[in-house]
C-alpha cells in the first residue's frame, strides 16, 4: 500500500523556523496537504495543494515541493504550533488517499 | 458556515453492531465527497473511505475494505459508518470529513466520536 514518510519529531526553539518533510512516490503527480492536531482537538488544514494557505491559517506556514520530497515550513515557531503535523495525498490513481505517519514539534 | 456535527460517544462490546452518524450543514450535501478517518489511541490519522452521496459512489482503503460500511441519507444529509461486529481493536476516535473539490484535501473535520469497544 502506498505509504508517507516524516521524521518522528521535530524540536524548535521559540522564533526559530521548523522544517517537517513528507516523502512519497506519488509526488509531485499528486499533491500535498497539511493538517495540525493540537493534544485532544480535531485536525485543522494548515496548508493545501501543496502551498496554498486556507483563510485563517497564520503567514508562518508554508509548503513547498521538490521531487518527491513536500515540506511544511513554520517560520518564526510560537508556542501555540507544539502540535503533531500530519501530510496528506492521494495514490497515483488518485481514488485512494493516505496520511503521513506525523510528526510531533516540540517548542522548547 | 460549514459544519460536521458527528454522534456521541459510544461504550459497545464486542461483537456488538454499532453505526455512528455524521451531519453536514451549511453546504449542498450531496455535491462534496465525505469520508471517514480513524485514529486510535495515542496514534497517527488512517483514511477508511469516502463516499459521494449525489450518486453513493464509495470508495474503502484497502485496510479496511470489508471491515466497514459507509453509507449516507440524503433527505438528513447524514452520513454513517458502521460496523457488524466490533473487536477490541476498533477502539478509536473517528473524524468525518469533507473533501475540496480542487485539491482531494480535507477542508473540513467533525468534532470526532470515540467508539470504546472493552468486553
Known amino acids: 500500500s502506498y505509504e508517507l514518510t516524516q521524521p518522528p519529531s521535530v524540536s524548535v526553539s521559540p522564533g526559530q523556523t521548523a522544517r517537517i518533510a513528507c516523502s512519497g512516490d506519488a509526488f509531485p503527480k499528486q499533491y500535498a496537504h497539511w493538517y495540525q492536531q493540537r493534544p485532544g482537538q480535531a485536525p485543522v488544514l494548515v496548508i493545501y495543494?501543496?502551498?496554498e494557505r486556507p483563510s485563517g491559517i497564520p503567514e508562518r506556514f508554508s509548503g513547498s515541493s521538490s521531487g518527491t520530497t513536500v515540506t511544511l515550513t513554520i517560520s518564526g515557531v510560537q508556542a501555540e504550533d507544539e502540535a503533531d503535523y500530519y501530510c496528506?495525498?492521494?495514490?497515483?490513481?488518485?481514488?485512494?488517499?493516505?496520511f503521513g505517519t506525523g510528526t510531533r514539534v516540540t517548542v522548547l | 458556515e460549514v459544519q460536521l456535527v458527528q454522534s456521541g460517544a459510544e461504550v459497545k462490546k464486542p461483537g456488538e453492531s454499532l453505526r455512528i452518524s455524521c451531519k453536514g450543514s451549511g453546504y449542498t450535501f450531496t455535491r462534496h465527497w465525505i469520508g471517514w478517518v480513524r485514529q486510535m489511541p495515542g496514534k497517527g490519522l488512517e483514511w477508511m473511505g469516502i463516499m459521494y452521496p449525489g450518486d453513493s459512489e464509495t470508495r474503502y482503503s484497502p485496510s479496511f475494505q470489508g471491515q466497514v460500511t459507509i453509507s449516507a441519507d440524503k433527505s438528513i444529509t447524514t452520513a454513517y459508518l458502521q460496523w457488524n461486529s466490533l473487536k477490541a481493536s476498533d477502539t478509536a476516535i473517528y473524524y468525518c470529513v469533507r473533501r475540496q473539490e480542487s485539491a482531494h484535501d480535507f477542508e473540513f473535520w467533525g468534532q470526532g466520536t470515540l467508539v470504546t469497544v472493552s468486553s
Open positions: 495543494k501543496d502551498s
Open positions: 496528506q495525498s492521494a495514490d497515483n490513481s488518485g481514488t485512494s488517499y493516505v
